[in-house]
Nanobody
């Protein structure tokens, strides 16, 4: 059974940084495009960014562009989300997701596997 496990969430003040990790198992990780999504209470799941299966291409939501960076280490079966200059509106549960090798999609239903999420809270 495929597992995606996020870690690194927590409470941080506005302007601070966090680095989320997503470790994959029972998955040919290097063959999957990875995405990061977030969901705030009462809101729909929102695309944050994604990285192609080889890591050569990254895509970001406009709201995080220039502040967040996605990277992956295929040798460690792990994808990362570096979040800088955090804002209170970044508060949400953050999820990583995987889809077969294809362009990064902003649509949650196009991802086959999901992690359980990690809470990020940014205080003002």
């Amino acid at each position: 059974q495929v597992q995606l496990v996020e870690s690194g969430g927590g409470l941080v003040q506005a302007g601070g940084s966090l680095r989320l990790s997503c470790a994959a198992s029972r998955l040919t990780f290097s063959s999957y495009t990875m995405g990061w999504f977030r969901q705030a209470p009462g809101k729909e799941r929102q695309f944050v960014g994604g990285i192609s299966w080889r890591g050569g291409s990254t895509y970001y939501a406009e709201s995080v562009k220039g502040r967040f960076t996605i990277s992956r280490d295929n040798a460690k079966n792990t994808v990362y989300l570096q979040m800088n200059s955090l804002k209170p509106e970044d508060t949400a549960v953050y999820y990583c997701a995987a889809r077969p090798p294809a362009v990064v999609s902003t649509t949650p239903r196009e991802y086959n596997f999901w992690g359980q999420g990690t809470q990020v809270t940014v205080s003002s």
